[in-house]
């Protein structure tokens, strides 16, 4: 009897402690790193916004050109920006880390009445399955005229 109970209880350990493949969470992470310039002159400058990256399945990035996959949203306003990160690992099923820069190119004010305006913006990316990262918010930067 004492076998029978001991043979069931390492089944049920071995059971409860194997993960299912979909109980895993292959969905990319960032965090920002930074936003420069500090200051931007409106219609010149760009602001380029540097986030790190974990992708657990390294399906992050796309080949595809017509597929945006980066997406910075300017808080102010609501406006989207789509970009596109480039395939960053082949196509097998590996962990993948690093950083990216995106850059916007020329941010306005929005109150032209204004000297100068202070501007942050959200940031997340997808991978090739469509999972979503999580969601950051850079540091803000100021635009004058």
């Known amino acids: 009897m004492k076998k029978i109970a001991l043979i069931v209880f390492l089944f049920c350990t071995l059971f409860i402690s194997c993960k299912k493949d979909e109980e895993i969470n292959y969905s990319p992470s960032i965090e920002f790193k930074s936003i420069s310039p500090g200051t931007i002159e409106e219609y010149r400058d760009s ?3 540097t986030i790190s990256y974990l992708d657990k399945n390294g399906d992050l990035g796309e080949n595809e050109t017509e597929m ?12 989207t920006y789509s970009f596109r990160i480039r395939q ?4 097998t099923d590996i962990a993948i880390q690093g950083n990216l820069e995106i850059v916007v190119p020329q941010v306005a004010r929005i109150n032209n009445n ?7 913006f959200e940031v997340y990316v997808k991978d090739r ?5 999580n969601k950051v918010t850079t540091s803000a930067v100021t635009i004058v005229p």
């Open 47 to 49: 602001v380029v916004i």
């Open 68 to 79: 945006p996959n980066a997406f910075v949203r300017d808080i102010r306003n609501n406006l």
């Open 88 to 91: 960053l690992a082949p196509n």
């Open 114 to 120: 204004s000297a100068s305006e202070s501007a942050t």
């Open 129 to 133: 399955s469509g999972m979503e990262s």
